[in-house]
């Protein structure tokens, strides 16, 4: 049974900056395509970004490019998301999920969830 745990959530002022962690256990997810989503209260769960097993492929939302960065270390089965120039906008709970497809950038596509962490930005 494969588990995530994020971290690193918290309050932040705009302009400021956190970086999520999210690790697995249970078995390796080197090979699995991994992604960070997000929900706001009231608003359905989003695609934050994406990053392929292997690092070389990425994806982004329109709303956090430039702002916000995948990455993955597969040696210590963990995915950060290092989020930039937060924003007001950018409240709410973020999720770590890993993916049995070779590549995914819908909700549907992703097999293991996480609990969530609480990201609030004040303005």
């Known amino acids: 049974q494969v588990q995530l745990v994020e971290s690193g959530g918290g309050l932040v002022q705009a302009g400021g900056s956190l970086r999520l962690s999210c690790g697995a256990s249970?078995?390796?997810?080197?090979?699995?395509?991994m992604g960070w989503f997000r929900q706001a209260p009231g608003k359905e769960r989003e695609l934050v970004a994406t990053?392929?097993?292997?690092?070389?492929?990425?994806y982004y939302a329109d709303s956090v490019k430039g702002r916000f960065a995948i990455s993955r270390d597969n040696a210590k089965n963990t995915v950060f998301l290092q989020m930039n120039s937060l924003k007001s906008e950018d409240t709410a709970v973020y999720f770590c999920?890993?993916?049995?497809?070779?590549?995914?950038?819908?909700?549907?596509?992703?097999?293991?969830w996480g609990q969530g962490t609480q990201v609030t930005v004040s303005s």
């Open positions: 990053i392929s097993w292997s690092a070389d492929s990425t």
């Open positions: 249970g078995r390796s997810l080197n090979r699995n395509v």
């Open positions: 999920a890993a993916s049995r497809a070779s590549w995914a950038t819908n909700t549907v596509d992703f097999d293991y």
